[in-house]
């Protein structure tokens, strides 16, 4: 039954891209007309798209990577102001700037390394001689790794502390993988040391801890990252876009998003903090990455010493905005992070980069008079995106009732290219048909006669009952990047879109660099892609799918509509993911709402709350277990029929 | 500081008025246009207001009142199903009818009395001798009072139970009355009398059980009810409308509103329910209301015999509709409970009989062709009101999204006659001008040279910088009738209106015979108003509100603005008040969320978060106590920034 309810909503959700677009064919230009009348149906001349396509150049893309990453830019670090005047010299550009741009502060909560006291892992002999000392640093192949911005490997958010003892594999450091170990260890007093994948960062810690486990270390093995390859003699960079044995993935360690002082509240700087000790999801105890160098050779006994401190920072967004002409009060908002780890050429410049190029070439048509959208399109580059998705989110926080009401879709660009073999989308089902329509509309990167769209189709499908074989269309069940806000807080239709590798040629977790010091403009421009030429796609795509906001759907039926009759099917379409938002149905699970899309623990995509409770029911067999699923049932049930509802003008 | 933010919010929210408005003005209607424009502009013609007031018809109205009244018809009683047929019926009618009429129903967890083990209140000597046995029914003084299926006096959710213990007297059950005798008595097993007011129905309970009460008795004062006269010889009903010493005044003992079982779901057949042993807010220990003449001869140890059940009824709101013509898509909502404890010919009766009558009126109209609104009116007839607001709040439960996104307002008519002296009105800051604008056009009942507004600031008014001397608006701070769930849990811009009676004749608390089986015809039509004309008044009132809302404002600035603009200034304004909702703010008070208008312990009318907050630290002094007082100034300056967005443009 929830099955035809699934589909049935998915079905009513692609009817959503349908009203997204509706308002630009929704008046008859013809008619005799009152004053305003062009007004309203003025819009994107079709002759501006290919005026669009040409402004675009690549190497004004490469420039703004090339400058971007000049320098580590770790959120509030010196690099990272750096940028933020950047973006606001760009936006604010007499000739190719936006109507207005603006920086975004906020006070954030950020746990860093001590520099002046490095973490340590050891081995030591039982009489304290120390027979092993890992890399406190990444070994340098060239000048952007001996910058001394580059912060040292840490896990954020660990809590500082030097505890020592066996060293246990712990796998993944999921569940199950100390609930095997404590059969034949006695777990306490242990430091775990376990890869990176199957479990978020900081669960690795927090499901240690229970066990007695005093450390955990936690490194990417070359089977998950790097195709098993293991020197940097010959297989990895600056040989290859392989890790090396010293690299780390750096990230932040916690479950919740955001600022983790002030939930549910925009960080201002007079913001109520709750009390550090109230915190909640982050390591019970300290945790290190490391290289995969050090995880083969550490034995026996080890001394895990983690100095990191945490303080409140001033985060940035930089924000910018072009008005709509007929509805100002509707938003597409393209967001994409500003903040790295060190360099972070791909992670995220790459998107800055692609965003940067954009709003120069609309800002340049903008500024000429030659164009202005029909609805608003807000510009956020982030701040703090690597500590918790932080600048998104507190953004929405601030902005919560009006950004709710009036934003039609959120757009996200992290990375915006991890390959150049396929596009990767994500989004919720509403948007799967502007997605495929945008994509056949561009020539995929370097095969000039394959689209984007017959190129993905090759990589990545599925084949469904309604629409037959179609690229398949990620989901946004987590809280990966910016989008989590605005999906699982706001209940906005969101996509997310990047460049991907080919998973027949590289069975890498995510490209090797990711979160190291490796990860710079040398790294992407030889091994991502040489001639940035590809970029040109990820922008075309950028802006076929925004203009296509206002295209894909002519209903002739709608032609000589009222405009507020217009407006009123936007709406629903609009509203209609609103309504599966329901505060109650997480109480576990902080800033997630969206009974649809919130991640689940038993790993089922969809209706996480109803699957988690029924997988917990099957498993225990408690009576008040089968009545928690009901409860979920109920919560689902509600939502979907208030959905259904936005969709429908009765009320019965 | 706070101070100025309240005025600046309240000044801002008076702007809210204007917007509701701007609709019908907004279209130039001597435009050249296309097809559709004429419909845009098409509204209520000015010379149907004086239609619509001749047709009102007082006979009509007593009608009403008579059928509406002829047999007890609490909630789920066949007599409440008689109603429901009978509001049916009327609007379906073919020549006065609505567009569209329909039943909604829900299985709600009611608690009655049990019929064959009537709840006995007896006075024991220590000997087990019963002494005295309190009045199980109230006595008759003609046919209404011996219906049997008048319900036995009882508090609806007290548990059953059979205490018995000596009686303390504990003035109105507060907390600081019990905390007061606890000073000088052990209150362990003793059977507390309270007299009604000062605390909530369940709190006299709730506030006595920790200090080892194991029973309460409530009365009605005749101080507090009867201007202290108590002989049905000569002074009470049927000789006055005071209270006869037998009344008892019933009543729902429950802290939180809703149905009890499904908190935050509708009500509907197949929806999970709570174990009954987690419902919060009802008396932990048996309570039962008596009359004043059984509570001055209570003495010694009183035995407390409840038999109370619970069971869970189908209950069914009465729903109706009159489609607009430009904006179907923004609703005004009208309501009004239609169960009573009793007969309830003033509470709720004198209500839904000016329902019928506005309903019948602007039904002919409608099916003569000669009317439609602009927007859409929806009518809401609720059920199970006296139980907790369960019809209109399970209502809004289950269409959550659609009422929030395009609910203009909501307009409640609980009691529409106290007496006849002047208008009691409440409402949010944002609809003063709206009430006032109304109040001007209508003549007071009885005084056809003195406006209702002129009389109105003759009984109740205030001086205020901004508008001189006004009459006083009421606030809508707690959960008194069924706006409750449409301010707090819906942030939806709401009114409730009344016609009292003069405080300087009366101290009564509320007319004497509120939910007593003397509520009955009889007593509205000899005490309340013998000649019913001042009903006519009510119904103009809320004829003027309703057509009001599409005129206060002539903005020639936006005579020739396009409709979308005007929309969205509208939606600006009615969007307002939901940015003050805020599902943190009190998560100890079910149902309430919006930050301004929840009800306050402290006892203080605004921004209650914070005031009690405030009012705990300055008491306690207590560190974390100025911490939580901290939060809540952040919570709420987030939503007032977040109103003030909706009213801006801009985002910085």
Redesign the interface.
């Known amino acids: 039954m929830l099955k035809t309810v699934l589909i049935g909503s998915l079905g009513g959700a692609a009817v959503l891209t349908v009203g997204i677009l509706l308002g630009h064919y929704a008046i008859?230009k013809g008619?005799?007309?009152?004053?305003?009348?062009p007004?309203?149906s003025r819009d994107l001349d079709e002759s501006m798209l290919q005026d669009f396509m040409d402004a675009v150049d690549n190497k004004k893309i490469e420039g703004f990577l090339r400058d971007l990453t000049k320098v580590p830019h770790m959120a509030t670090s010196a690099g990272d102001e750096a940028t933020v005047e950047y973006m606001m010299q760009h936006w604010n550009d007499q000739e190719s700037g936006l109507d207005?741009a603006?920086r975004q502060n906020y006070v954030v909560y950020l746990s860093f390394p001590d520099p002046k006291k490095p973490n340590k892992v050891t081995v030591v002999a039982p009489n304290t001689t120390v027979l092993h000392t890992a890399r406190e640093r990444e070994k340098s192949y060239g000048p952007d790794q001996d910058d001394p911005e580059v912060v040292q490997p840490y896990a954020a958010y660990s809590p500082a502390g030097t505890p020592q003892g066996k060293l246990v594999y712990a796998n993944q450091g999921k569940p199950s993988d100390y609930m095997l170990l404590n059969k034949t260890l006695d777990l306490r007093g242990t430091i775990a040391i376990c890869r990176y994948g199957g479990a978020g960062r900081a669960e690795k810690a927090i499901n240690a801890a229970p066990y007695g486990v005093v450390g955990v270390l936690v490194y990417s093995d070359p089977l998950d990252i790097n195709d098993g390859l293991m020197s940097d003699s010959n297989e990895t960079y600056p040989h290859s876009w392989y890790m090396p044995p010293s690299g780390v993935e750096r990230g932040s360690f916690n479950t919740d998003y955001g600022d983790l002082l002030?939930?549910?509240?925009?960080a201002k700087e007079?913001?109520?903090r709750?009390?550090v000790e109230n915190i909640t999801g982050i390591p019970p105890i300290p945790i290190q990455p490391i290289g995969f160098e050090d995880a083969y050779v550490l034995i026996s006994d080890v001394k895990l010493e983690v100095f990191n401190f945490a303080k409140l920072k001033n985060s940035s967004n930089v924000?910018g905005?072009i008005r709509g002409s007929?509805?100002?009060?509707r938003y597409v908002i393209y967001g994409n992070h500003r903040d790295s780890w060190v360099h972070g050429a791909i992670d995220p410049s790459s998107g800055t980069s692609v965003m940067l190029e954009v709003t120069r070439v609309l800002g340049r048509l903008l500024k000429q008079g030659r164009w202005r959208p029909r609805r608003s399109i807000?510009f956020g580059s982030w701040g703090a995106e690597e500590f918790g998705l932080i600048g998104s989110t507190e953004y929405t926080?601030?902005?919560?009732?009006?950004l709710s009401?009036r934003t039609v879709a959120y757009i996200n660009v992290d990375i915006a290219v991890f390959a150049n073999a396929t596009l990767r989308a994500s989004g919720m089902p509403s948007v799967q048909n502007l997605i495929f329509t945008a994509a056949k509309q561009v020539k995929a990167p370097g095969l000039e006669s394959t689209s984007v769209y017959d190129n993905w189709l090759r990589y990545s499908n599925r084949t469904s009952p309604a629409y037959g074989t179609v690229p398949r269309v990620g989901y946004l069940t987590g809280a990966g990047s910016d989008y989590a806000a605005f999906v699982h807080y706001l209940g906005i239709t969101a996509m997310d879109f990047s460049y991907t590798y080919d998973r027949t040629k590289t069975k890498a977790r995510i490209y090797p660099a990711y979160h190291t010091a490796y990860d710079t403009f040398d790294y992407a421009s030889r091994y991502i892609d040489p001639a940035i030429v590809f970029l040109k796609s990820a922008v075309d795509l950028f802006r076929s799918a925004a203009t296509q906001l206002d295209q894909i759907i002519k209903s002739s039926d709608l032609a000589?509509?009222?405009?507020?009759?217009v407006?009123?099917i936007n709406?629903?379409l609009m509203?209609m993911d609103?309504?599966f938002?329901?505060?109650?149905a997480f109480p576990e699970k902080y800033g997630f709402r969206h009974v649809i899309w919130a991640s689940s623990s038993s790993g089922n995509a969809t209706f996480p709350g109803f699957a988690d409770a029924f997988a917990r029911a099957s498993s225990s067999g408690l009576e008040g277990d089968w009545?928690r699923a009901?409860?979920q049932?109920?919560?689902l049930?509600?939502a979907i029929?208030?959905?259904a509802?936005?969709l429908m003008?009765?009320?019965?």
Do not use: C
């Not at 008619?31 to 009348?37: E, H, I, R, V």
């Not at 007929?326 to 009060?329: R, S, T």
């Not at 003008?649 to 019965?652: C, E, K, L, V």
């Open positions: 008859d008619s005799p007309a009152p004053s305003w009348l007004d309203v207005q603006w002030t939930p549910y509240l925009a007079s913001t109520y709750i009390p924000m905005i007929v509805e100002p009060d807000i926080e601030q902005y919560y009732t009006k009401e000589n509509e009222i405009p507020l009759k407006r009123r709406d629903q509203l609103r309504a938002l329901d505060p109650q009545f009901h409860h049932i109920s919560i049930s509600q029929n208030g959905a509802h936005m003008d009765g009320f019965q």
